[in-house]
């Protein structure tokens, strides 16, 4: 004979194959419960609870839940509920937000995908340089917002200067003598970055690498060797505000 916990495990076990992106963990102990979720971060709870009935919760990205009674107690009802579940958290998740609005500014080719909560987004820039951008979420209370890092690495100094610029623009004057022949022209560039460190040569005191600062932008010139040149690595946190990652993004140059 059927139990409703065995009843309740076969549907479970259906819709997880029909739901193939998402992790699917089903309780063996306690009242009949399932837990699904996925890379984007959406979690969704299945009960069966006194008197028989079955209830989907959501949960939000601020942290409300949302509790939906099942009507069409079937794996595909469920597949359902899952669904409008996923598309209630999309509407209020300002990490999905924030990267459909950087796709939209970051054209092709780019790779893009979410993992383990977090957006992350690859895409190639001038000479043999590349950006990096991941999107996550930090929550206070009950307001969420979206946690972004950028980061540039291996750019020429003429492909970083755009986006030092757009990232310092509006910053009153820095301070940065002695950061090297290599740096001069980002800082002449963008005059509010700050020196923060150098790393220099024991024979000759030539500076190989100078970091340089302002607020939460963070950028570091390698002098090149043997006849190679200069490179450039930036790093922004949203702390800068996410309309201003959005248009150093923008100036980044392409290939």
Known sequence: MTTRRDAFAEMVTATAKLLPEWQTYLHRAGEPEAHFSDEIGRD???????????????????????DEPLADVSPNGLVTA?????????????????????????AEPRTARWRDRSACVDWPLAGNGYGSLSIGRTRTGQHVRALVHLR??????????PIVVA???????????????????????????????????????????ADLNVDDVHVTVTTGRAGRPATVDVNVTSWVGL???VTIVAAAPRA
Request: aromatic share 4%; net charge negative; proline share 5%.
């Open 152 to 161: 540039f690495r291996n750019l020429s100094v003429e492909t970083a200067t």
């Open 167 to 209: 990232a310092t623009v509006g910053h009153p004057a820095g301070e940065a003598d002695g950061a090297g022949r290599a740096a001069q022209p980002l800082i002449t560039a963008a005059p509010a970055l700050w020196l923060s460190e150098t790393l220099t040569d024991q024979d000759t005191g030539a500076v190989e690498r």
């Open 243 to 245: 309309d201003r990652i």
């Open 82 to 106: 899952i669904g409008r579940a996923a598309q209630a958290y999309d509407a209020a998740d300002p990490a999905g937000a924030f990267l459909t609005q950087t796709l939209n500014v970051i």
């Open 44 to 66: 969704v709870d299945v009960r069966l609870v006194d008197g028989g009935h079955t209830t989907v919760t959501n949960w939000l990205p601020d942290g409300t839940q949302r």
